[in-house]
């Protein structure tokens, strides 16, 4: 995983990234490959310490970028 060590977010963050995260994982197509889990926790991750703060929104930066990645 990329270097995340210097982020810090408040439990409600921590909070909003893990219902973002779930959903992403969840709408993947089986089998979901670890790949694929480690690429999403990493955009949410960036685009949570950018700022953003939708759950909706996380979610869909990650999958978007899921698939520029597979291409």
């Given at each position: 995983?990329?270097?995340?060590?210097?982020?810090?977010?408040?439990?409600?963050?921590?909070?909003?990234?893990?219902?973002?995260?779930?959903?992403a994982?969840?709408s993947?197509?089986?089998?979901?490959?670890?790949?694929?889990?480690?690429?999403?926790?990493?955009?949410?991750?960036?685009?949570?310490?950018s700022?953003?703060r939708?759950?909706?929104?996380l979610?869909?930066?990650?999958?978007?970028?899921?698939?520029?990645?597979?291409?």
């Amino acid at each position: 995983m990329k270097d995340f060590s210097n982020a810090s977010f408040p439990p409600e963050v921590i909070s909003v990234m893990e219902v973002a995260f779930d959903a992403a994982v969840a709408s993947l197509p089986e089998p979901v490959h670890s790949s694929h889990v480690q690429a999403i926790a990493e955009s949410i991750l960036r685009a949570a310490h950018s700022g953003e703060r939708d759950p909706i929104v996380l979610q869909r930066l990650a999958l978007l970028e899921l698939q520029l990645i597979q291409r």
